[in-house]
């Protein structure tokens, strides 16, 4: 059931000060008496504080419902699970289509430009707001894992370990490139309106045609062949522009479904924030990380196309080099960027096994034979 | 603890290697070794291995590995990072091994080397009287279906850390089950050398 937690103000890390804040957070399982089995779920571009079992309102399950649960990676007969909307986001926490309490209106581009870091930074006020001081893991992929790893950068002793999946340090010129065509599709639609929207039509189309340049990136080649090949919609009249392919009726519906759920200034917003985002700012990463003991299990995927696994290499090279503990694996896997979503087996092997070491503190495990 | 079926060269290694040290081991496979210096000489270890099957199995006995290739892996370390850096059947594996192995040297002060030895005699009798690529207990492969890029005798690595004014602190030689001390090149399958960088390489 998601919760929500208020606070009156934050300073962002354009130096702005912004307020009040909600956080719409769930979470799973039970907190144990010492405070210590604490694991913070980050999500994605389009996620929300919903990441696991099934929602009674409308009987979906959460995002990472395939991870977070009983005896799955993120046991929560073991550990206690949290998960919050992102500061920005539009699914409970403020955002751009939140009251602006001066004006009675949505915020719409007042809105003040924010960053990954101050997601983080309302993370971290809710984990205390819980009653938490360290937690076990903070785990992500995508945007996800940006989040982890500005905690590992800014609160380096709040976090046994991390695990960042699917992700990088900053954003290549070519992740920056697909973003900026998606916000080009929201601004270029006249409902959009400078953001000024919300008390009419909304920029409907262009956050589909967004939502559909992410889903192509989302996907690889052999995933989109395997899904749908050539096939032909029962069309009776080709060539006339209509969604012949099913990867064209797929792409309209996954764009179609997402404007119902997503708000267009939100797209924007999150998506810069990924855009600037660099977990050491500019700096090589290594030197934020000197003396760190954080402990990191790094997972890529070879068909990932958009954060490809030498983005990843990249992460646990400048953890060997700071001398810190990292785990690297690149998980065989076709379905491109989504595989984080998808992989649920190798991940959850590789998280159970990477879990109980940070939680029970060994070097190794005890009872594995020879 | 005694592990009394530990392969014979992991028990060299072991017998080399100090307590507490700091441990990198090229083509870890699926840890066995790295998992008996941790339990046995409280080692911090890392593992770098190719095979993702293995990587599992090392994630699983909770041991720090990173998937990849020894070749292109040791860059990121910083000289001297590791007390021991192993190379245990691996080195005939890689592509570049003279780099890898001065990469080794850089980031180790001590590297462990293990390989087949390809002058052992029952190849030479396979490749004599067979004219066959030989096929024995250290090299099991086909010529078809071998990891193996490198062929090399225990005198090719002498004359090439001679040639390399590399130090070998230790030589030490195994046959099918015991050690070998007469006539290596000809009667060890296997040789293991504890290697440094000479003053003057440094």
Same mark, same amino acid.
């Given at each position: 059931?998601?919760?929500?937690?208020?606070?009156?103000?934050?300073?962002?890390?354009?130096?702005?000060?912004?307020?009040?804040?909600?956080?719409?957070?769930?979470?799973?399982?039970?907190?144990?008496?010492?405070?210590?089995?604490?694991?913070?779920?980050?999500?994605?571009?389009?996620?929300?504080?919903? *990441? %696991?079992?099934?929602?009674?309102?409308?009987?979906?399950?959460?995002?990472?419902?395939?991870?977070?649960?009983?005896?799955?990676?993120?046991?929560?007969?073991?550990?206690?699970?949290?998960?919050?909307?992102?500061?920005?986001?539009?699914?409970?926490?403020?955002?751009?289509?939140?009251?602006?309490?001066?004006?009675?209106?949505?915020?719409?581009?007042?809105?003040?430009?924010?960053?990954?870091?101050?997601?983080?930074?309302?993370?971290?006020?809710?984990?205390?707001?819980?009653?938490?001081?360290?937690?076990?893991?903070?785990?992500?992929?995508?945007?996800?894992?940006?989040?982890?790893?500005?905690?590992?950068?800014?609160?380096?002793?709040?976090?046994?370990?991390?695990?960042?999946? %699917?992700?990088?340090?900053?954003?290549?010129?070519?992740?920056?490139?697909?973003?900026?065509?998606?916000?080009?599709?929201?601004?270029?639609?006249?409902?959009?309106?400078?953001?000024?929207?919300?008390?009419?039509?909304?920029?409907?189309?262009?956050?589909?045609?967004?939502?559909?340049?992410?889903?192509?990136?989302?996907?690889?080649?052999?995933?989109?062949?395997?899904?749908?090949?050539?096939?032909?919609?029962?069309?009776?009249?080709?060539?006339?522009?209509? %969604?012949?392919?099913?990867?064209?009726?797929?792409?309209?519906?996954?764009?179609?479904?997402?404007?119902?759920?997503?708000?267009?200034?939100?797209?924007?917003?999150?998506?810069?924030?990924?855009?600037?985002?660099? *977990?050491?700012?500019?700096?090589?990463?290594?030197?934020?990380?000197?003396?760190?003991?954080?402990?990191?299990?790094?997972?890529?995927?070879?068909?990932?196309?958009?954060?490809?696994?030498?983005?990843?290499?990249?992460?646990?090279?400048?953890?060997?080099?700071?001398?810190?503990?990292?785990?690297?694996?690149?998980?065989?896997?076709?379905?491109?960027?989504?595989?984080?979503?998808?992989?649920?087996?190798?991940?959850?092997?590789?998280?159970?096994?990477?879990?109980?070491?940070?939680?029970?503190?060994?070097?190794?495990?005890?009872?594995?034979?020879? | 603890?005694?592990?009394?079926?530990i392969r014979p060269d992991h028990n060299v290694i072991l017998e080399i290697i100090k307590d507490s040290s700091l441990v990198l081991d090229l083509g870890c496979g699926t840890g066995e070794l790295l998992y008996v210096l941790i339990k046995e000489r409280k080692v911090h270890a890392q593992g770098i291995e190719i095979d993702s099957s293995a990587i599992f199995k090392c994630v699983a006995k909770g041991l720090s590995v990173f998937h990849g290739d020894i070749d292109t892996g040791l860059a990121e370390y910083e000289d001297k990072s590791f007390d021991y850096v192993i190379l245990n059947q691996?080195?005939?594996?890689?592509?570049?091994?003279?780099?890898?192995?001065?990469? %080794?040297?850089?980031?180790?002060?001590?590297?462990?080397?293990?390989?087949?030895?390809?002058?052992?005699? *029952?190849?030479?009798?396979?490749?004599?009287?067979?004219?066959?690529?030989?096929?024995?207990?250290?090299?099991?492969?086909?010529?078809?279906?071998?990891?193996?890029?490198?062929?090399?005798s225990i005198s090719d690595f002498r004359s090439y850390c001679r040639s390399k004014d590399i130090n070998i602190e230790k030589e030490i030689y195994l046959g099918k089950r015991k050690r070998v001390k007469l006539l290596p090149n000809l009667f060890a399958q296997i040789g293991l050398f504890l290697i440094s960088n000479s003053k003057n390489n440094q």
């Amino acid at each position: 059931m998601t919760q929500y937690f208020t606070f009156d103000s934050i300073q962002l890390e354009s130096g702005e000060k912004f307020g009040p804040v909600k956080i719409a957070y769930e979470t799973y399982g039970v907190l144990d008496s010492e405070r210590t089995n604490a694991i913070l779920i980050v999500h994605a571009l389009s996620g929300d504080a919903h *990441a %696991a079992g099934v929602d009674k309102s409308d009987e979906t399950p959460g995002w990472w419902d395939s991870m977070i649960g009983p005896n799955k990676a993120f046991d929560t007969n073991k550990y206690f699970v949290i998960c919050s909307n992102v500061f920005g986001g539009c699914k409970g926490s403020t955002g751009p289509l939140s009251i602006n309490p001066e004006t009675g209106k949505p915020y719409a581009l007042d809105f003040p430009l924010i960053s990954i870091g101050d997601m983080v930074e309302c993370q971290k006020r809710l984990i205390e707001h819980l009653g938490i001081d360290t937690l076990l893991t903070v785990a992500g992929g995508s945007m996800g894992g940006m989040q982890v790893l500005s905690w590992l950068t800014r609160y380096p002793n709040r976090v046994k370990s991390v695990i960042p999946i %699917a992700t990088a340090i900053r954003h290549s010129p070519q992740q920056i490139a697909f973003h900026e065509v998606g916000r080009q599709a929201i601004m270029a639609d006249p409902h959009w309106k400078s953001g000024n929207y919300y008390d009419g039509l909304h920029p409907t189309k262009g956050l589909a045609v967004a939502r559909m340049i992410g889903h192509i990136t989302y996907m690889s080649d052999a995933s989109m062949t395997e899904k749908f090949g050539r096939q032909r919609k029962k069309s009776t009249e080709p060539f006339k522009f209509t %969604a012949d392919f099913q990867v064209e009726g797929y792409l309209r519906y996954r764009g179609d479904n997402f404007v119902k759920r997503f708000d267009a200034n939100s797209y924007l917003y999150i998506t810069k924030a990924m855009d600037n985002f660099d *977990a050491s700012d500019g700096k090589p990463l290594q030197e934020s990380l000197r003396g760190v003991k954080t402990k990191l299990l790094v997972i890529a995927f070879k068909s990932d196309w958009l954060y490809p696994a030498y983005q990843s290499k990249e992460i646990v090279r400048a953890c060997k080099l700071a001398g810190l503990d990292a785990t690297y694996c690149e998980i065989d896997s076709t379905c491109g960027h989504d595989a984080f979503l998808l992989e649920v087996g190798e991940e959850t092997y590789l998280i159970t096994h990477f879990l109980k070491r940070v939680f029970h503190e060994y070097e190794v495990t005890g009872n594995y034979e020879i | 603890m005694r592990y009394d079926d530990i392969r014979p060269d992991h028990n060299v290694i072991l017998e080399i290697i100090k307590d507490s040290s700091l441990v990198l081991d090229l083509g870890c496979g699926t840890g066995e070794l790295l998992y008996v210096l941790i339990k046995e000489r409280k080692v911090h270890a890392q593992g770098i291995e190719i095979d993702s099957s293995a990587i599992f199995k090392c994630v699983a006995k909770g041991l720090s590995v990173f998937h990849g290739d020894i070749d292109t892996g040791l860059a990121e370390y910083e000289d001297k990072s590791f007390d021991y850096v192993i190379l245990n059947q691996s080195l005939q594996q890689v592509r570049h091994v003279d780099t890898v192995l001065k990469d %080794a040297l850089r980031v180790g002060k001590k590297v462990i080397v293990g390989f087949p030895n390809f002058a052992h005699y *029952a190849s030479r009798l396979q490749i004599f009287f067979g004219g066959k690529t030989p096929v024995t207990g250290a090299l099991p492969y086909q010529w078809y279906e071998t990891p193996n890029l490198h062929f090399l005798s225990i005198s090719d690595f002498r004359s090439y850390c001679r040639s390399k004014d590399i130090n070998i602190e230790k030589e030490i030689y195994l046959g099918k089950r015991k050690r070998v001390k007469l006539l290596p090149n000809l009667f060890a399958q296997i040789g293991l050398f504890l290697i440094s960088n000479s003053k003057n390489n440094q």
